[in-house]
């Protein structure tokens, strides 16, 4: 399966099975705002925009914000959760791999998640500095997977790995080294923490999120196989939590690489 049918197969259904939600979604966007020193004129962009969990808030407090998606379904998603496009908000289906705006478009680029989707991350990163405005705001951020839902997620795989598995489709995240290459470029960065919260989630959800094929580990199986694997998963549960309904609790963070030339 593309990528981009995958985010569309998985988009009515991304926000639920993450752990980024609306409230947390809002404080961060408020500690973005007030670290880059956001003034009504501050315009924002977003490549990989996804279903616009990061960015919503900044659009309803009427920032100006464009973002780039491959999925038209992860797109759609995002005008859903705002009741259509509003004027402060430019949605693009088109691969980022290529930013098509002029030299110093935007006063702040942030990527959630989507460096590793790019066709060539370095080339990427030398088009954000291309559409970036002088002293504009680099944002690498990611809010990875909780470890306590990495851990059920890996009982999972060893589960799976019994079966025929094709490639499923990829969505760890490789190993870039966006500090080094933007460290020679003279820019200084800032780690920040703009978030840290605790996710929640009965086993019997956990287990229904990849019931619904919401990650890309669970594309690698045809349906009768993968119903198994599922099958597998409750019983492997049940003797290991004592109860589907255990509640499984995670520390999450939303952490932040700030990169600015000095
Ligand atoms: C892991 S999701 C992250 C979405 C969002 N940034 C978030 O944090 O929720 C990756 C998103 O990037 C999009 N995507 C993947 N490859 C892309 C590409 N080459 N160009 C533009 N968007 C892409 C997918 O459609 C998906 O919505």
Redesign the pocket.
């Known amino acids: 399966m593309k ?2 049918n995958y ?1 569309d197969n998985i988009a009515p259904i ?1 926000d639920q099975t ?1 752990w ?1 939600s609306e409230t947390v979604a809002e404080e961060v966007a408020d500690f973005i705002i007030k670290l880059v020193c956001a003034t009504p004129e501050t315009s924002f962009l ?6 616009g ?2 960015i919503i808030p900044l659009v309803k407090w009427g920032y100006s914000v464009t973002g ?4 038209a379904e ?1 797109l759609n998603q995002c005008r859903q959760k705002l009741n259509g496009t509003p004027k402060n908000l430019r949605l693009i289906q ?4 290529q930013l098509a705006f002029p030299d110093n478009s935007f006063d702040v680029v942030l ?4 460096l590793h ?3 060539d991350w370095k080339v990427f990163l030398d088009d954000i500095e291309r559409v970036l405005k002088p002293e504009g705001w680099y944002l690498n951020c990611q ?1 990875i997977t909780p470890p306590a839902r990495r851990e059920f997620e890996g009982y999972f795989r060893k589960i799976l790995s019994k079966y025929e598995v094709s490639k499923p489709i990829s ?1 760890a995240i490789q190993k870039i080294d966006v500090e080094g290459y933007l460290h020679q470029k003279g820019y200084r960065s800032n780690y920040l923490v703009a978030k840290e919260w605790t996710v929640n989630n009965t086993v019997e959800e956990l287990i229904s999120f990849f019931q619904s094929r919401a990650y890309g580990l669970c594309w690698g199986l045809a349906d009768d196989q993968y119903h198994l694997a599922i099958n597998d998963l409750k019983e492997f549960c049940l003797n290991h939590y004592g109860s589907l309904d255990k509640i499984i609790s995670s520390p999450a963070k939303f952490e932040i690489w700030a990169y600015r030339i000095v």
């Open positions: 990528k981009s985010y991304y993450r980024l977003e490549p990989g925009i996804g279903t969990l990061n780039i998606g491959i999925s992860m088109a691969d980022a791999s990527t959630v998640h989507v989707t790019v066709a809010w969505t």
